[in-house]
């Protein structure tokens, strides 16, 4: 674990530089801060933050020159006492431009504000769309244009929207700023237009200068366009933390919390008791111990469906209901005094009705749900099936997603098949999820797939006559493993955002804290209705 964490934290020093030191430098001469060095002076000192969508792009377009976290800074945290979300431009990473991940990202930022009714911060330094990839970027339905739509909407919704325009602001980009209740400009370095100089002389043939046809003087003192004008980066983003000072106090969520009390083990004892070894068995209850407040576990049915456990608990002092893959396998008591041995990680007929009812419970009751996956998936096999695995399953689905309280959800281990929709994956709406840096998700293990897929490719040749030695199966099972397990990596699904970044567990508690913090501002909780179950 201590290996994981310190590559973690030397990919995060990385991801600080954007795109390189010797870009970062070239920004300070012109007078501008960085995408960080803005984020962070924007921020209240000493209070905590989290970064969303972190790795976003790692490895991906290459041949492009990469695209290192996004091309963007996302990060929850706190202006003047007020919870925000702050999405920074980085004009290092191909001046800022939009790729495709770039957008999802934005989105991503954008969806956590509304959700949360979150005040949205918009730090703009961008030459919009990233051209050779137009396609992917421009004219979909998640694309570009989705962002001024939910400018739109966040504005309906009364939730405060932001803009400083602190460098580039182009083409359609130009929206997002001017859709913001407020939209500031520093001059010298800031500049927004619909068409720059160069396009401006193509298409009609006018002759003017970026600074005439759009600087901060321009849109200040002659359209209107902007605020207010500031002299430098640092003034720009006084004015905002003045802004976000004035804003007045909204209907608050009422979870429950009580004063925080520190876990019961600290957080190297998680170190050292998690193995390294994914197949290897240990007991979740041991690992919830350096998560929850001390003494405030109280297990739910704890000795029935005993490969999830299900109990509410305390995190930082707020209420939670907790529901984790038990990884020990376990002694299960059936009809007729006869016991069946299960397997840890796995979710049986048992469980998965525990589940179903215990995550009813909680929406009935206000309690966010908190998921710790570790899980191979559902039980397989004939007596699985007689038994009704499927629709005992579909009750646990069904109950989950049409959760109303706030779900976050953390994948510590393995995250397989439809263990991860049950548990609450992305596709489930969880508002935060992340990843530690020992988790594994696909579809199934490497082990498992390449021996699936090798017999596959077995059976396609064998149709064709075509017999494979010992030797050539066992290079092409290799192959097959080693391409799957660089998929199974965490850091492969904090770069599509499939989770919001690859996290120390040690900030497990924290974001938990701050992700409740933030779904108390969006006090409308609707009914909870589960629909048809199966039963």
């Not at 992917?136 to 939730?159: L, Q, T, V, Y």
């Not at 998690?274 to 240990?282: H, I, Q, S, V």
Request: proline share 4%; with cysteine.
């Amino acid at each position: 674990m201590h290996t994981l964490i310190n590559e973690l934290q030397k990919k995060r020093e990385t991801l600080l530089l954007g795109g390189g030191l010797d870009k970062i430098q070239k920004q300070r001469k012109k007078g501008k801060m960085s995408a960080w060095e803005r984020v962070i002076y924007l921020l209240d000192e000493n209070r905590p933050y989290t970064e969303i969508g972190i790795f976003a792009g790692e490895g991906q377009y290459k041949e492009h020159g990469g695209c290192p976290n996004g091309g963007v800074v996302v990060v929850m945290g706190y202006v003047k006492d007020r919870l925000c979300i702050v999405v920074s431009n980085d004009a290092t990473v191909k001046a800022g431009a939009w790729f495709p991940i770039t957008c999802k990202k934005n989105l991503r930022a954008q969806e956590i504000a509304m959700e949360n009714n979150l005040p949205i911060i918009y730090l703009v330094d961008s030459a919009g769309v990233y051209l050779p990839m137009q396609d992917e970027i421009f004219p979909d339905k998640e694309h570009f244009g989705r962002i001024f739509r939910n400018n739109a909407k966040i504005s309906a919704m009364g939730i405060p929207q932001i803009a400083a325009i602190m460098g580039s602001c182009v083409a359609g980009g130009a929206y997002l700023p001017i859709m913001s209740d407020y939209a500031l400009i520093v001059e010298g370095t800031g500049s927004v237009f619909l068409a720059g100089s160069y396009l401006v002389k193509s298409s009609i043939g006018e002759n003017i200068d970026n600074e005439t046809l759009g600087g901060a003087a321009t849109h200040s003192e002659i359209s209107g366009v902007t605020d207010n004008k500031y002299p430098n980066d640092e003034s720009c983003l006084d004015a905002i933390k003045n802004i976000v000072d004035k804003f007045g106090a909204s209907p608050k969520a009422l979870f429950s919390r009580v004063e925080s009390i520190a876990p019961e083990y600290s957080v190297d004892q998680l170190y050292n008791y998690f193995p390294e070894d994914r197949l290897k068995p240990y007991n979740m209850l041991e690992v919830l111990k350096s998560i929850v407040d001390k003494g405030s576990l109280e297990e739910y049915k704890k000795d029935y469906g005993k490969t999830l456990i299900c109990a509410l608990a305390r995190i930082d002092g707020w209420a939670v209901g907790i529901v984790a893959n038990q990884r020990e396998v376990v002694k299960a008591k059936k009809p007729g005094n006869s016991t069946e041995m299960q397997m840890g990680g796995v979710i049986y007929s048992d469980s998965a009705d525990k589940a179903a009812r215990f995550i009813m419970n909680c929406n009935q009751q206000k309690i966010p749900l908190v998921f710790f996956q570790d899980i191979s998936g559902f039980m397989v096999g004939s007596r699985a099936e007689h038994g009704g695995i499927i629709k005992d399953g579909a009750k646990m689905v069904n109950a989950m997603a049409n959760s109303v309280v706030p779900k976050f959800t953390f994948m510590v281990g393995n995250s397989y098949g439809a263990g991860n929709y049950a548990m609450c994956g992305k596709a489930y709406d969880p508002r935060l999820i992340y990843a530690w840096p020992t988790a594994k998700i696909a579809v199934m293990s490497g082990a498992s797939a390449g021996k699936t897929l090798l017999q596959i490719q077995e059976a396609t040749l064998k149709s064709k006559n075509v017999t494979l030695s010992e030797e050539e199966k066992t290079k092409l099972l290799k192959d097959i493993e080693e391409k799957y397990n660089e998929q199974l990596s965490p850091y492969y699904a904090a770069s599509r955002l499939w989770v919001d970044g690859v996290i120390d567990p040690a900030e497990t508690r924290k974001i938990i804290s701050m992700g409740i913090e933030a779904a108390t501002n969006n006090p409308n909780i609707p009914d909870y209705k589960v629909g048809v179950i199966q039963t």
